[in-house]
């Protein structure tokens, strides 16, 4: 291979996606680089202004334009890092949260008419493909935190949902088939009768490979929702999956219009445990019982959605 394949290659794949002209390819008044920084601040929401730098590799001052047409379009708010006040910590507004998730949506429109246009057949040599280019490139580097893409779930993700929990809690902690089976009749009752205003699910993927999922659900309880199998894989922890997830139904949750959040676990669950402490979630009961093969702790954990802000 030489240089000028690289090239060809590029100047080939930045016309396919419209990277030239970017802006009216997603109808939308923000170059290529300025929807490149909405999206890492919709997914960093508590990004200062030298990581966007250092992430992004981008020239201060370009940075700097850039952030200021944000402020002015009433985007983003700039305020003293509490990690260091001589730093800039960025936000979006409620504004600019529209304004990202408007951009993604156009973006996975894009991309999804793009992918039209390519037969079934040739969707897994094209994914393995891409997959072959990132892993080479980036010379076996270790998966980054930038490098989790949250998306909702395609087909076959939620009997990936369902084989990976069942794996995963028999090698970690020799549950049997029976939470298997309780798995795959909470997923059934989402898959067959759901709400898509009032109940999502969340699959955290790398590189197209799922690695996490959580699930928001309504409850019994009036304008409660509950979160279920809040699930990381094993080699994607330490990436702060687990965190995201978790944020994504307190956010979903609360921007419906829900008041409460609950959801149950077993006290052997450590990791999860201390990530709902970490976002407010308060222990409201507990009871011993067996289940799955195992004696167990059953825990019921609650958030109030109106008196935490994130």
Known sequence: MTVQDIRTFNRFYTNVIGALDYSRQLYAPYTLTESRVLYELAHSPR????????????????????????????LIERTPSARDPRRRRVSLTPRGRETAALLAERANESVGALLSTVPSADRPRLAEAMRAVREILSDGRPPRREDVVLREPGPGDLGWIVQR???????????????????????????????P??????????????VGCVMCVRDEAPATARLRLLLVEPDARGLGIGDRLTKAVIDFARGVGYRELVLWTNDVLAAARRIYQ?????????????????????????????????
């Open 165 to 195: 929990n069942a794996a995963l809690y028999a090698a970690e902690y020799g549950w049997n088939a029976d939470y298997e089976g309780l798995v795959a009749r909470i997923v059934a009752d989402f898959a067959v009768d759901h709400d």
């Open 47 to 74: 990004t200062d202004a030298a990581d966007l730098r250092a992430e992004l590799s981008l020239d201060a001052g370009y940075l700097s334009r850039i952030l200021n047409k944000f402020e002015d379009d009433g």
């Open 197 to 210: 205003h009032l109940e999502r699910v969340w699959i955290a993927e790398i590189d197209g490979r799922p």
């Open 278 to 310: 970490r976002h407010g979630f308060v222990l409201v009961a507990e009871k011993p019982h067996r289940s799955f093969g195992k004696d167990l702790n059953g825990q019921d954990w609650r958030l109030d959605l109106h008196s935490t802000q994130e």
